[in-house]
């Protein structure tokens, strides 16, 4: 791993759990060289269907930690791995993707960053939409993307590549608004669905399966829908977990992604039992459906 010079693919696939080609052109003496950094990204299993991420390369032994929400699991992966913490990213403020802040701040001295309109303690830099996040540890920056709906102050960490979005876009899902409005959700779902289609989506709960058997029932002729499910299924009961997912896939599969779409508006109208005139109607009534389902 470290970086590479030269001709390469725009994406580099490895073994672990999500493999990022991050590239950067420099300009050396009228010559043009495309310089690739890569990091590696683990799951960290916590409470019963989180995932805490954990961002790394083999060139430092620190990591950049994504939402953890409790700190028992993260220390023992980061001894397994002899690892130190640098950085930590926050996408929002409940418990499960912050409840182990104090104990790590205070264990590796790191730094931690998150939404500057969601009141959270251990923060060091509070961000807003397009910031960066410069993480030195991976040789990556991470521009900050304001996603609120599920939460006021949601954010997202954007870097070529890789979506890190806590509970905004789940595979095959949405967060619940807890928070926000339906058109805070559907903008900001729409945000993040004009991002590239092989962007690799790092939400934070494995919740697919159950995701993609409600889609089923909203666009019961998808095709690609129908293909998902067998894959997720065959990956579930093997034990395997179904997240990272991508733009593409979801852009295909995901109801609440596909709100403008005449399929779910007729859907929506039929649940519902009255007539839609905007995409976020629409999408405000497959989410309450999705919530009684």
Same mark, same amino acid.
């Given at each position: 791993m470290g970086c590479l010079v030269g001709s390469v693919p725009d994406t580099l696939?490895?073994?672990? %759990?999500?493999?990022?080609? @991050?590239?950067?052109?420099?300009?050396?003496?009228?010559?043009?060289?495309?310089?690739?950094?890569?990091?590696?990204?683990?799951r960290i299993h916590a409470f019963t269907d989180n995932y805490i991420w954990a961002l790394r390369n083999d060139r430092a032994n620190n990591c950049v930690l994504v939402d953890p929400g409790e700190a028992t699991p993260v220390i023992a992966y980061l001894k397994e791995h002899n690892l130190g913490v640098?950085?930590?990213?926050? *996408?929002? @403020?409940?418990?499960?993707?912050?409840?182990?802040?104090?104990?790590?701040?205070s264990t590796y001295q790191c730094t931690v960053y998150g939404p500057a309109a969601e009141n959270i303690d251990h923060l060091d830099h509070r961000l807003k939409e397009g910031d960066e996040v410069k993480l030195p540890t991976l040789d990556v920056e991470f521009k900050v993307l304001e996603v609120p709906g599920h939460t006021l102050g949601h954010i997202?960490?954007?870097?070529? #590549? *890789?979506?890190?979005?806590?509970? *905004?876009?789940?595979? #095959?899902?949405? #967060?619940?608004?807890?928070? #926000? *409005?339906?058109i805070q959700m559907w903008n900001s779902l729409q945000k993040l669905s004009a991002l590239p289609p092989d962007t690799q989506v790092y939400c934070a709960h494995e919740y697919t399966q159950g995701n993609l058997h409600f889609a089923l029932a909203v666009e019961p002729d998808n095709e690609e829908l129908n293909h998902r499910i067998e894959r997720v299924k065959d990956l579930r009961q093997s034990g395997m977990a179904t997240v990272p997912s991508t733009i593409g896939v979801e852009r295909e599969t995901n109801p609440f992604l596909r709100c403008h779409l005449p399929t779910i508006k007729q859907a !929506?109208?039929?649940? %519902?039992?009255? %007539?839609? %005139?905007?995409? !976020?109607?629409?999408?405000?009534?497959?989410?309450?459906?999705?919530?009684?389902?």
């Amino acid at each position: 791993m470290g970086c590479l010079v030269g001709s390469v693919p725009d994406t580099l696939i490895n073994t672990h %759990s999500g493999g990022n080609a @991050h590239l950067t052109e420099l300009a050396t003496n009228n010559q043009r060289l495309l310089v690739i950094t890569m990091f590696w990204i683990d799951r960290i299993h916590a409470f019963t269907d989180n995932y805490i991420w954990a961002l790394r390369n083999d060139r430092a032994n620190n990591c950049v930690l994504v939402d953890p929400g409790e700190a028992t699991p993260v220390i023992a992966y980061l001894k397994e791995h002899n690892l130190g913490v640098s950085d930590i990213l926050i *996408t929002h @403020h409940h418990h499960d993707h912050v409840g182990g802040l104090a104990v790590l701040k205070s264990t590796y001295q790191c730094t931690v960053y998150g939404p500057a309109a969601e009141n959270i303690d251990h923060l060091d830099h509070r961000l807003k939409e397009g910031d960066e996040v410069k993480l030195p540890t991976l040789d990556v920056e991470f521009k900050v993307l304001e996603v609120p709906g599920h939460t006021l102050g949601h954010i997202a960490y954007y870097s070529p #590549g *890789t979506l890190l979005c806590g509970d *905004t876009l789940f595979a #095959g899902g949405c #967060g619940r608004l807890f928070e #926000g *409005t339906p058109i805070q959700m559907w903008n900001s779902l729409q945000k993040l669905s004009a991002l590239p289609p092989d962007t690799q989506v790092y939400c934070a709960h494995e919740y697919t399966q159950g995701n993609l058997h409600f889609a089923l029932a909203v666009e019961p002729d998808n095709e690609e829908l129908n293909h998902r499910i067998e894959r997720v299924k065959d990956l579930r009961q093997s034990g395997m977990a179904t997240v990272p997912s991508t733009i593409g896939v979801e852009r295909e599969t995901n109801p609440f992604l596909r709100c403008h779409l005449p399929t779910i508006k007729q859907a !929506a109208e039929t649940f %519902s039992g009255h %007539s839609l %005139s905007t995409d !976020a109607e629409v999408f405000g009534v497959v989410r309450a459906w999705k919530d009684r389902f």
